[in-house]
């Protein structure tokens, strides 16, 4: 088996957005160093104490009962604003504060978020490995957990599903785990601490401490008004205190308060007693006396991107762009030098309110009855549509400031996660769609540029196939439906889509997609144009790997030919498809024109590119695989020694290629008999194939047989 090289390479401009780098499947930097840092390590946003908080000391000793060194999953249940997450968190504060070894915070919302988080559990404890399957990662850094995790705690907050957080979870070991989560299943998972209301004296001392106010007969009224819920609470302490009321004004207000028509309760699925209006009536306390003039949009803007935080980075830089002004994007020699300390004030009066808190070192976050308050609030008052244009313009200046993808995987993947949620907003709501126009059609083709973005820092990670295709599949469909079926984006996102299906190798389906996007091509630009035969290599790569050698060989003689004619024979597109056409006779056992083939393009790529070049390694692999496959192992076993240490040196010892390559080498031991190499060098590729692609990857499958083949001849007694 040699490699075969895909592109996906294409600079598409989607109307009314900029150009797009879609689908190089690049060698991702390591930027740590491999070894635990020294000291506590902290990972996630672990919220901070916000002024309304009142410890519970009954339920932190639920927390605390079994303490370090007994393997322990605590399921902190309870209904939308009775303070679990802020529970958790107290309790994560603790034990940063006595010095554990590890506190990690990990939001549970969905699969993305849940796996986003244990990557950066996973870099912070200095395991991080570029090009690993994130869900891999999850499983080592729960591995780690168990076989290491004596005073380690991992939060796992607003789980939505424990099927999904199931695979996540040490079954041993000593350390501790807490979920929060809405969903009374979840109790299942482990001890589980229910989180109720406030009883009556909490709600009393905490009206009475956050207000200065001693009406007890006030006060008691209002929270049963509120249902004693601290959520409700804190807002409604937070106006008081502001403002000098008395808890009957307050109440009256509160009655008064509108929220039928601005806040209406969604059918099954209600706001908490009291909670709209105290959200509605700590909103207009804060913008109806707001010197920044941001309170209101900034709150709304939030409320549209991912509920694990938004960075102060992320708004300033939004600020400094005019995001959250009233008159729009200012002129370049326009823009507020103090835009930062405007945005910085505006989140504190916030915060003042009860309406956001801080999260780790840079971060907001709000709580998701109050983003979905917020939300609300705008679209009844039929500005959502400017609100998703002011998030969409956030996020694209966010995407301009943007390093090198694959050298900033972290910060970028949390970018993709504001993208999805504001995409799933709009999408949900006509609220956020303007009419028509212009203006409706910038926002649409700009929100489709940065999924599109999105998908292909995915993409190039290659460690989030099946999030990929999970984005591909409908962004694929909403551009053949908002551009056109034959629109460069759509073209483009065809191309992604089975650059997605190739690396998660589900070759049928990558088939399906090159064949109709080659078709497209050669109908719109002719058969010569450069996008016509980069489709047809892709193609032809996609049938060598599936198998298809006859047909491979087919279409990649016309692809050299053309871009020999076109390009010249020293391009590298076209000592790109000559490799291709190379596999394509190894595996249909032509070897002889195999040989050939392989030995003239890396001749040609040791003279263009180099000795050392990526492209040159591979085909001197490629050459000394085909020696192998041609039944001259004797020859082979050399070459490919010298090609595993090679990329071993240059790519790492588990990059995809390596492992191709190091399974060939273990072929050529059990063709020479010495099994003991073969083992050895087959156990290695398993367990990489395994964590690069997953145990049910082709590749993955392949190794392990063959390694399973091997034991068994190695096995004392075993005849041969």
Not at 77 to 102: D, F, H, N, S
Not at 248 to 260: E, F, K
Request: glycine share 10%.
């Amino acid at each position: 088996m040699t490699a075969s090289e895909a592109v996906g390479r294409y600079n598409v401009t989607v109307s009314g957005g900029r150009g797009v780098y879609v689908g190089d499947h690049g060698i991702q930097v390591n930027l740590f160093t491999g070894e635990p840092p020294p000291g506590p390590v902290v990972a996630g946003n672990v919220p901070q104490a916000p002024s309304a908080y009142r410890p519970r000391e009954d339920l932190m000793a639920g927390l605390r009962a079994a303490g370090p060194g007994a393997s322990v999953v605590r399921a902190v249940t309870g209904m939308r604003g009775v303070g679990k997450t802020q529970l958790a968190a107290a309790y994560a504060r603790e034990c940063i504060a006595a010095g554990w070894r590890l506190v990690a915070w990990v939001n549970g919302g969905d699969t993305a978020a849940l796996l986003n988080g244990l990557a950066v559990v996973a870099a912070r404890l200095g395991m991080d490995r570029p090009g690993v399957a994130l869900e891999t990662v999850g499983v080592e850094v729960r591995n780690r957990l168990e076989s290491d995790g004596d005073r380690c705690l991992v939060v796992y907050d607003n789980v939505t599903d424990p099927d999904q957080l199931r695979p996540y979870l040490p079954a041993a070991g000593q350390a501790q785990v807490i979920v929060t989560s809405t969903d009374t299943s979840t109790a299942a998972l482990g001890r589980p601490v229910p989180v109720d209301v406030f009883a009556l004296t909490e709600s009393l001392r905490f009206l009475a401490e956050r207000t200065g106010g001693y009406d007890q007969d006030g006060a008691a009224e209002l929270a049963a008004e509120l249902g004693r819920l601290p959520l409700a609470l804190a807002q409604a302490a937070a106006v008081i205190a502001a403002q000098h009321l008395s808890y009957p004004v307050y109440l009256g207000r509160l009655r008064g308060y509108p929220a039928g028509k601005y806040l209406p309760r969604a059918k099954g699925d209600p706001y908490p007693r009291g909670v709209a209006e105290a959200i509605g009536l700590s909103v207009d306390a804060v913008t109806g006396n707001d010197p920044t003039g941001v309170c209101g949009t900034l709150l709304e803007v939030i409320s549209l991107l991912s509920p694990d935080g938004v960075s102060r980075r992320l708004l300033h830089l939004g600020a400094a762009a005019g995001v959250f002004s009233a008159s729009g994007p200012p002129a370049e020699e326009a823009v507020p030098v103090d835009a930062a300390a405007v945005i910085d004030e505006a989140i504190g009066r916030l915060a003042d309110a009860s309406l956001l808190a801080f999260a780790g070192d840079d971060a907001v976050i709000v709580h998701r009855l109050t983003m979905r308050a917020a939300r609300e609030r705008a679209e009844r008052a039929g500005g959502g549509f400017v609100l998703a244009a002011r998030a969409c313009m956030l996020l694209d200046v966010a995407r301009q400031a943007q390093r090198e993808p694959r050298l900033n995987r972290a910060d970028v993947r949390v970018l993709a996660q504001h993208v999805a949620a504001l995409n799933g907003h709009v999408a949900l709501s006509p609220c956020y769609r303007a009419p028509g126009g212009a203006e409706a059609k910038a926002l649409g083709t700009g929100l489709l540029s940065l999924r599109v973005w999105a998908l292909s820092f995915l993409i190039q990670a290659g460690d989030a196939v099946t999030q990929a295709i999970g984005l591909a599949e409908p962004l694929l469909a909403d551009c053949e439906a908002t551009l056109g079926e034959s629109h460069p984006g759509t073209l483009s996102m065809r191309n992604n889509l089975g650059a997605a299906y190739r690396a998660a190798g589900r070759l049928d389906d990558a088939i399906t997609q090159y064949e109709r996007l080659l078709a497209d091509h050669e109908r719109l630009s002719g058969p010569d144009a450069p996008e016509t035969l980069l489709a047809a290599n892709n193609l032809g790569a996609a049938y060598e790997q599936a198998g298809r050698a006859g047909e491979a060989i087919t279409l990649l003689e016309l692809v050299v030919a053309d871009r020999e004619r076109i390009l010249g024979p020293d391009h590298r597109d076209t000592l790109m498809s000559a490799n291709n056409l190379a596999a394509a006779y190894t595996k249909a056992g032509r070897h002889r024109e195999g040989l050939a083939q392989h030995a003239k393009t890396l001749a040609s790529r040791e003279r263009v590119l180099g000795s050392d070049h990526p492209d040159t390694l591979r085909s001197r692999a490629n050459l000394a695989a085909a020696v192998l496959d041609a039944g001259r192992p004797g020859e082979a076993l050399p070459l490919l020694e010298r090609v595993v240490l090679d990329y071993e040196r240059t790519l790492g010892d588990e990059h995809p290629e390596t492992l191709v390559f190091r399974c060939h080498l273990a072929h050529c031991y059990y063709l020479a008999g010495r099994l003991t190499e073969t083992i050895a060098q087959y156990e290695k590729a398993v367990a990489g194939f395994e964590r690069q692609l997953g145990p049910a990857h082709p590749d993955t499958i392949n190794a392990r047989a063959a390694l399973a083949e091997a034991r068994q001849l190695a096995a004392p007694g075993t005849s041969t």
